[in-house]
């Protein structure tokens, strides 16, 4: 017999919630790597760092990130499994890069790294569910 059990109400809802966080992160980032691309001088520079680039190069690192965590949010909201597969690698890489961030602007970083684990916790733990379900209907 068939399982036609439906995910709850729960599930679907934090899921839902991890699309849209995601594809918020991804606009975030987007913006944030237009200031960076159009103007240099809107960032603070520290001397003393690891992750030493310039402003445009940050910039493109954030925009082709944010268009790739967008399109993946956007993709979770259809059912796809490469959505949440996508999703998590690049929730693990804008949450290494917000880290990277952080003496710049501490706050802001902060709010990305945690938004992003969100995101791997929420797509991990009931994404599958709700794949399923999609993909009955």
């Known amino acids: 017999m068939a399982d036609t059990r439906?995910?709850?109400?729960?599930?679907?809802?934090?899921?839902?919630?991890?699309s849209i966080l995601m594809i918020l992160i991804g606009l975030w980032w987007f913006m944030a790597g237009c200031v960076g691309i159009v103007q240099d001088d809107i960032f603070l520079t520290t001397s003393k760092y690891v992750f030493k680039?310039?402003?445009?190069?940050?910039?493109?690192?954030?925009?082709?990130?944010g268009v790739i965590v967008a399109a993946a949010g956007l993709a979770i909201f259809r059912g796809a499994v490469w959505g949440r597969t996508v999703?998590?690698?690049?929730?693990?890489?804008?949450?290494?890069?917000?880290f990277a961030w952080l003496p710049a602007y501490p706050v802001w970083g902060v709010i990305l790294v945690a938004a992003s684990v969100f995101v791997i916790w929420a797509l991990?733990?009931?994404?599958n569910e709700v794949s399923e379900a999609y993909n009955r209907v």
């Open 87 to 98: 999703g998590v690698l690049m929730a693990a890489i804008s949450c290494l890069i917000g």
């Open 124 to 127: 991990t733990i009931h994404g």
């Open 53 to 65: 680039f310039s402003s445009t190069t940050w910039g493109w690192i954030h925009v082709v990130l």
């Open 6 to 18: 439906s995910p709850s109400a729960a599930v679907v809802g934090w899921t839902a919630f991890a």
